[in-house]
């Protein structure tokens, strides 16, 4: 039953993320230079700063920052080995038929319809900068969060096609 008197707590949520990238070493602006890089051939007078500034906006939409703390935790959680079998193995694994951190990370890429779904695919192939970083790192766990990453991204480009079309 849902609780009536619950106040979503869009700040502090925001700001879970925000502290669970920083320990990562992952910033918004790293972010930023991704999404330029995305769409610099279709906005030329696209900047990094106005990138920014969209992602920023894009990380406090509700289904976003729901979908990235549930990743981020089950993630941590793994690492932690907090999780039973067979879902620890899973997930510490990244096994490719699982599936789940894509169907969280195109939520989010779904934002802005088939736009944010066919660029989180481009990411989920190519995985520029960070994405890519913590795609190949081995040392931690990182199922969910490499897809988060790409559909953050997606989703700002997908802003901006919609913005500049």
Request: proline letters at 2%.
């Amino acid at each position: 039953m849902q609780n009536k008197g619950f106040k979503y707590p869009d700040t502090k949520a925001y700001q879970f993320i925000i502290d669970e990238f920083n320990k990562r070493g992952i910033t918004l602006h790293d972010l930023a230079k991704i999404v330029h890089k995305m769409e610099i051939d279709y906005i030329p007078e696209l900047t990094v700063e106005k990138c920014a500034r969209v992602l920023i906006n894009e990380m406090h939409k509700r289904e976003l920052m729901n979908n990235v703390m549930v990743g981020l935790e089950l993630d941590r959680l793994a690492e932690e080995k907090k999780l039973k079998e067979p879902l620890l193995s899973i997930i510490r694994n990244d096994a490719g038929v699982f599936g789940v951190d894509e169907v969280l990370a195109l939520q989010i890429a779904n934002i802005y319809g088939t736009i944010g779904s066919t660029n989180f695919g481009y990411l989920d192939r190519v995985k520029y900068g960070l994405i890519k970083k913590f795609d190949e790192d081995k040392q931690h766990v990182n199922t969910f969060l490499d897809d988060l990453l790409g559909a953050i991204v997606a989703a700002a480009c997908a802003k901006l096609a919609h913005e500049y079309a």
